[in-house]
Structures are given as C-alpha cells and as structure tokens.
C-alpha cells in the first residue's frame, strides 16, 4: 500500500525554467510533508518542508504547496539550475494512528529530475 | 563534520553470512532511524530507536533482522544468514528528539550502506 506517491518517475527541465514535481498521498493523519534531494552514493538531503496548517511555503527557489482537500503536494524549483539535477523524494509523517510517532517517515518512489542547459 | 556517519560504504557477504551495520548519529542527536532502499524504490522505514530502547520496530521483516543502539557506541543493524534479496541501500537517519505530531525537525541522513549478497 503505497501511501505516498510520485507518479513521474523522471521530469527533463531546461536551465533557468521552472521545474514542478508533484506528490499525491492517502493517509489523511499526515501532517508535515518534507522533500529531500539525493545525489547517486549520497544520503538523501532535506530541502523544505510543510505543515498541514498551511498551503505553502518558501525557501529562496523552492517552493512547496499543499492542497489537503485533494491530497495533493507539489514542489516547485525556480529557476531550475544544473545542480539541482538529482532524484526528488516527497515523504510525509505524522498523525497519533502511526506507531511511535516521532519522525517516522513515508516515502515515495521519488522523480528523477534533470535540468538540461 | 559532525554528521550521520554509517560504516561500511559497501559491503559484500555471501548468501548465509551476517551482516552488521553501523550508524553514528550527529552529535547532540538520541534518536535513530534505519530505511533500506530497495533498486527502483523510495526509502522504506525499518525501525526507529533511542539509546537502549525500539520505540518502533514495525518495518522489520520478522526474522533475520534486528537493530540495537546501546548506551555507548554506535546503532547497529544486523541481518543474520543474508539472502540476495537483501541486496539495498541501508540509510540511518538520526534526529535531536522524538517531536511527535507536527514534527519540525528533519531527519538527518547518513551517506549509506550499500549491501550485495552474493
């Protein structure tokens, strides 16, 4: 049971555009959403995070938005720069239903993404 | 550099063997998480730990595996008589505190243990 989604597997952005990935998740006790980067042979890295008590939040070029009614997280890049190519993992945590609480995280299968000069 | 440090970076065991893993949290961090990789899969929790306690162990697979993190000395992953499908990407993660719902401190993640059983 796939509990947090990432349904493209990879996204192709030019340099200097906006890159957008996307994030879908089930489990309505979630409430703090996180995305990570990871480059091959390292661990993966957080970038931003959201609280389900708002609907965005921004960090120099990174942007996520939450949209709860549709379950729905999104995080946008801009622009996009070269070193920003990496595998994009969307994860979420929270909720008293969840054994031990604490920062037990739900990954996704993560977009690689590539940003193309 | 005072952060996660898991050892080794690779590991190579034959089908039977065991296998040990070690995770150092960052300094100042009491609490530890393991998440394997699997190829072409996101991050899958295992189990998380505090200094001589699992508070939650609920993604172990039932047999073969177990997970300590004593009072000195690093958190310690051990797979005992490994199989192929074994094979993945060990990450340790370590936080400051157990912040509960809402939490608002990261995980913090180590570089990794790559395990192939042969």
């Known amino acids: 049971d796939q509990q947090v989604k990432q349904n493209s597997p990879s996204l192709s952005v030019q340099e200097g555009r906006i890159s957008i990935l996307n994030c879908d998740y089930t489990n309505s006790m979630f409430d703090y959403f996180l995305w990570y980067k990871k480059y091959p042979a390292e661990g993966p890295t957080f970038l931003i995070s959201i609280s389900s008590i708002k609907d965005k939040n921004e960090d120099g070029r990174f942007t996520v938005f939450l949209n709860k009614s549709a379950k729905h997280l999104s995080l946008h890049i801009v622009p996009s720069q070269p070193g920003d190519s990496a595998v994009y993992f969307c994860a979420a945590s929270g909720g008293r239903g969840l054994t031990g609480g604490g920062n037990k995280l739900t990954f996704g299968t993560g977009t690689q993404l590539k940003v193309e000069l | 550099n005072a952060g996660v440090m898991q050892n080794p970076r690779h590991l190579v065991r034959r089908r039977g063997q065991e296998a040990r893993l070690r995770c150092s949290p960052m300094k100042g961090h009491s609490h530890v998480y393991w998440y394997r990789q699997l190829p072409e899969e996101g991050l899958k929790f295992m189990v998380y730990?505090?200094?001589?306690?699992?508070?939650?162990e609920s993604g172990m697979p039932k047999e073969r595996f177990s997970a300590e993190f004593p009072k000195e000395g690093p958190s310690i992953l051990r797979i005992q008589q490994v199989v192929r499908g074994d094979s993945a990407a060990y990450f340790c993660?370590?936080?400051?505190?157990?912040?509960?719902?809402?939490?608002?401190?990261?995980?913090?993640f180590g570089n990794g243990t790559r395990l192939t059983v042969t």
């Open positions: 730990l505090q200094k001589e306690n699992i508070i939650d």
């Open positions: 993660a370590s936080s400051p505190l157990r912040t509960g719902t809402g939490a608002n401190s990261p995980l913090h």
